[in-house]
Nanobody, 120 residues
Framework: VQLVESGGGLVQAGGSLTLSCVASGNIYKVNTMRWYRQAPGKQREVVAG???????NYADSVKGRFTISRDNVDNAVYLQMNSLKPEDTAVYYC???????????????WGQGTQVTVSS
């Protein structure tokens, strides 16, 4: 399963960006899709997650500013980021977990990452 992210870039503090991630390949079902980020010198951390059923979770640092959404038909996930802060600067990664086939093996795939830079 391949994940392709897009939408990163350079933005001023207070600005907005929307990240996109599309999963493709031999997919029966995608369960949870998540966005992670990794800033220089820091560990990768989960930013937001969304299950097929619509349950969401967010890191405390982004609650009220970021919104995760998905398109179950196209196996896509989006991250709308508003009121961006310099501390949001990081490489953002998409993660998807699901099944290759009904009752079959699972996958846990990652995208290549997209850089988000927020200037002060």
């Amino acid at each position: 399963v391949q994940l392709v992210e897009s939408g990163g870039g350079l933005v001023q503090a207070g600005g907005s960006l929307t990240l996109s991630c599309v999963a493709s390949g031999n997919i029966y079902k995608v369960n949870t899709m998540r966005w992670y980020r990794q800033a220089p010198g820091k560990q990768r951390e989960v930013v937001a997650g969304l299950t097929t059923g619509g349950s969401t979770n967010y890191a405390d640092s982004v609650k009220g500013r970021f919104t995760i959404s998905r398109d179950n038909v196209d196996n896509a996930v989006y991250l709308q980021m508003n009121s961006l802060k310099p501390e949001d600067t990081a490489v953002y990664y998409c993660n998807a977990r699901g099944y290759y086939s009904l009752g079959g093996p699972t996958f846990d795939s990652w995208g290549q990452g997209t850089q988000v830079t927020v200037s002060s």
